[in-house]
């Protein structure tokens, strides 16, 4: 499986973007999905969750800007982001992980930049 992450840019204080994963197999038995991000000299945070059946969750300083979704049928997950801010510059990568028969498997995208300026 790989995964395939866009949408990334040079946006203003107060833009949006929307960041797409799209994978080449199929995302529906993925267990969970997330948005990863890491800034330069910082360690990579995690940005915002989803399970397979929907439930979400999201870091504190996104939380109320930022939006992850995933449609099954196009093999997609995105990230809306609103509001952003300087602090949201970063690296972002999409990151998957499914169970089967025991085994844990885990894939990631090759980042997609995001710059908002001041």
């Known amino acids: 499986v790989q995964m395939q992450a866009s949408g990334g840019g040079l946006v203003q204080a107060g833009g949006s973007l929307r960041l797409s994963c799209a994978s080449s197999?199929?995302?529906?038995?993925?267990?969970?999905m997330r948005w990863y991000r890491q800034a330069p000299g910082k360690q990579r945070d995690l940005v915002a969750g989803?399970?397979?059946?929907?439930?979400?969750k999201y870091g504190d300083s996104v939380k109320g800007r930022f939006t992850i979704s995933r449609d099954n049928a196009k093999n997609v997950l995105y990230l809306q982001m609103d509001n952003l801010q300087p602090e949201d510059t970063a690296v972002y990568y999409c990151?998957?992980?499914?169970?089967?028969?025991?085994?844990?498997?885990?894939?990631w995208g090759q980042g997609t930049q995001v710059t908002v300026s001041s």
């Open positions: 989803i399970t397979i059946g929907g439930s979400t």
């Open positions: 990151n998957a992980v499914r169970y089967m028969s025991a085994e844990r498997y885990e894939y």
């Open positions: 197999g199929s995302i529906a038995s993925n267990n969970a």
